[in-house]
């Protein structure tokens, strides 16, 4: 015969086994969680972030400055090839619209990766490009290679250029 002592006790006994038992499950959910989504080793987000340097070209290439500011964190700030100062993200995409100004031209460019280290979730990429304008026979009419190094970091599940730098390279040590 139970007792209306024993009453509470059982209910505080049977409650405190639920709340256990969802915790225990809520822990075994987070784990597997854990497992399902494996954090990307250092080579992968170094190709994550060269893909972005080949997106960034792209929209270059394309005239796409909308597109092209978009990769772009909104506290940037870094050195450009072009002017003698610092720009932020207000100035970045002022050098594009020369690249294709001569319509008797076509400008295009390759991309040359020195090297990208990833520490934790910030990767820096080193590379040159080259640019080319060809005239209407596709004969290569000016070349000009600069130097560029980009930071890179995930910002809300987007990949965002912190900070960079890029400088006209000598252009009597093209060989490399």
């Known amino acids: 015969m139970k007792t209306k002592k024993s009453i509470p006790i059982i209910v505080f006994a049977f409650l405190a086994s639920l709340i256990m038992a969802g915790c ?24 994550e972030a060269w893909h972005m340097e080949e997106l960034y070209w792209e929209y270059v290439q394309d005239i796409d400055t909308v597109a092209y500011k978009t990769l772009w964190h909104e506290d940037f700030i870094g ?13 970045i995409d002022s050098w ?12 295009s460019y390759t991309l040359h990766k020195k090297a990208s280290n990833a520490i934790e979730d910030v990767v820096m990429v080193f590379y040159d490009t080259d640019y080319f304008w060809k005239n209407n026979q596709n004969e290569i ?35 490399d």
């Open 24 to 47: 225990s499950e809520s822990s075994s959910n987070s784990s597997e969680e854990e497992k399902t989504a494996p954090t990307p080793n250092k080579s992968e987000i170094e190709d």
């Open 79 to 91: 050195y450009p090839g072009f002017g003698d100062g610092v720009a932020d993200k207000s100035k």
């Open 96 to 107: 594009i619209p020369d690249l294709h100004k001569d319509p008797e031209l076509k400008y």
């Open 141 to 175: 009419v000016r070349r000009q290679t600069f130097k560029f190094t980009h930071t890179w970091k995930i910002v809300d599940g987007n990949w965002l250029i912190l900070g960079g730098m890029a400088a006209l390279k000598n252009q009597d040590v093209l060989v």
